[in-house]
T-cell receptor, first 114, second 116 residues
Framework: KQEVTQIPAALSVPEGENLVLNCSFT??????LQWFRQDPGKGLTSLLL?????REQTSGRLNASLDKSSGRSTLYIAASQPGDSATYLC?????????????FGAGTQVVVTP | AAGVIQSPRHLIKEKRETATLKCYPI?????VYWYQQGPGQDPQFLIS???????DKGSIPDRFSAQQFSDYHSELNMSSLELGDSALYFC???????????????FGSGTRLTVV
């Protein structure tokens, strides 16, 4: 069974520092990996989607890498801002699952202090 | 751009009551997924539909049922509610469901259910 782990569970950085969030998964047979942002009590906002054939995706200050063979993805957020404070979840779409339900990690709670 | 619409946003019910949650997927998305997120937990898959047929089932209690209608909207029906059912319930949609999909999910804002 696919297991997704996110380290660290929580992270606090001063404004302006770069953020590095890690996601690991046990089974490399995936179709894609998606990073989400969740504000407290709110919905999931998709940040980046990386296909299994891709090595990275970029959107503005966000960059996500994928090393499928080692079962790892990293989300980089450059020049963090207080508005980046949220919980970040990664989720994989296992290739062994016919109907594509996502397997989530527990998330990394980020606090960016002014 | 149109997003996934969920209603209601908040719902308070008493134990043993029934609740119905609605989800309207993005137009032309043929797959709908329901997830439950308890306090401090990651989202757990409940059930999914592809082209109006149930495609997969996760850890959904027998007290819960769901269906997808001809206009692709979906409803999650929850009966005999328990305190432990209090959670955020998310609906997500994706185009071209099934094996090999290259598309990601779009989630709705969720319904916060509180059982008292």
């Amino acid at each position: 069974k696919q297991e997704v782990t996110q380290i660290p569970a929580a992270l606090s950085v001063p404004e302006g520092e770069n953020l590095v969030l890690n996601c690991s998964f046990t089974d490399s047979a995936i179709y894609n990996l998606q990073w989400f942002r969740q504000d407290p009590g709110k919905g999931l906002t998709s940040l980046l989607l990386i296909q299994s054939s891709q090595r990275e995706q970029t959107s503005g200050r966000l960059n996500a890498s994928l090393d499928k063979s080692s079962g790892r993805s990293t989300l980089y957020i450059a020049a963090s801002q207080p508005g980046d404070s949220a919980t970040y979840l990664c989720a994989v779409r296992p290739a062994t699952d016919s109907w594509g339900k996502l397997q989530f990690g527990a998330g990394t709670q980020v606090v960016v202090t002014p | 751009a149109a997003g996934v619409i969920q209603s209601p946003r908040h719902l308070i019910k008493e134990k043993r009551e029934t609740a119905t949650l609605k989800c309207y997927p993005i137009p032309r998305h043929d797959t709908v997924y329901w997830y439950q997120q308890g306090p401090g937990q990651d989202p757990q898959f409940l059930i999914s539909f592809y082209e109006k047929m149930q495609s997969d089932k996760g850890s959904i209690p027998d007290r819960f049922s769901a269906q997808q209608f001809s206009d692709y909207h979906s409803e999650l029906n929850m009966s005999s509610l328990e305190l432990g059912d209090s959670a955020l319930y998310f609906c997500a949609s994706s185009p071209f469901g099934g094996q090999g999909s290259l598309y990601g999910y779009t989630f709705g804002s969720g319904t916060r259910l509180t059982v008292v």
